[in-house]
């Protein structure tokens, strides 16, 4: 069975703080997918990131970075210079690939609050 | 062009009784997803159609919980016999092809069933 463990539940930051968000997974599968999920108070999710399991390299896009190691099943998320419009939940996600398209998981979420 | 549609936004319902919530994907997609979100968790899977076919219906809770997809594009979720358990609000997301690719949720319809 395929899981993600996003261990903290909540965190606050002041503006301008760099703040990391961890995830963890578990699968059997040797080909997966890990996403990130921004939810913002409006309700939608929104799809920030797509990492295959072949694909190691740590990805950079403006103030978001991702930093993805199979030797540890991590798969973290940090926001460099925190802004009041990143509060939001943030979800990471799992697909196994092995079984096209199926045992698709989310995390439970953090709460990102990014205070003025 | 036009995102993921859902209605309704919101239902209320009582108990016992039948509820029927659409999900209108983007033009094109032929993954459609079906997920519940209780309030402080994350969206629970509960079915993913490939085309017309579930190729996954592993989350469905009970045999309550029924979708269908006839045309390879709207679904339909519905809920038989509503008990108070299945408040919660139900996301419809698309994608292009499998789940390995990136999923554009609706606004989700919120179930109330008292």
């Known amino acids: 069975a395929q899981k993600v463990t996003q261990a903290q539940t909540e965190i606050s930051v002041v503006e301008k703080e760099d703040v990391t968000l961890d995830c963890v997974y578990e699968t059997r599968d040797t080909t997966y997918y890990l996403f990130w999920y921004k939810q913002p108070p409006s309700g939608e999710l929104v799809f920030l990131i797509r990492?295959?399991?072949?694909?190691?390299q740590n990805e950079i896009s403006g103030r978001y970075s991702w930093n993805f190691q199979k030797s540890t099943s991590s798969f973290n998320f940090t926001i460099t210079a925190s802004q009041v419009v990143d509060s939001a939940v943030y979800f990471c996600a799992l697909s196994g690939g092995d079984n096209y398209g199926q045992n698709f998981v989310f995390g439970p979420g953090t709460r990102l609050s990014v205070l003025p | 062009g036009a995102g993921v549609s859902q209605t309704p936004s919101n239902k209320v319902t009582e108990k016992g009784k039948y509820v029927e919530l659409r999900c209108d994907p983007i033009?094109?997609?032929?993954?459609l997803y079906w997920y519940r979100q209780s309030l402080g968790q994350g969206p629970e899977f509960l079915i993913y159609?490939?085309?017309?076919?579930?190729?996954?219906d592993s989350g469905l809770p009970n045999d309550r919980f029924f979708a269908v997809r006839p045309e390879g594009s709207v679904s339909t979720l519905k809920i038989q016999r509503t008990e108070r358990g299945d408040s919660a609000v139900y996301l419809c997301?698309?994608?292009?092809?499998?789940?390995?690719?990136?999923?554009?949720f609706g606004p989700g319809t919120r179930l109330t069933v008292l």
């Open positions: 990492r295959n399991s072949f694909d190691e």
């Open positions: 159609f490939q085309g017309t076919g579930a190729a996954d």
């Open positions: 997301a698309s994608s292009f092809r499998g789940t390995y690719n990136e999923q554009f």
């Open positions: 033009s094109g997609h032929t993954a």
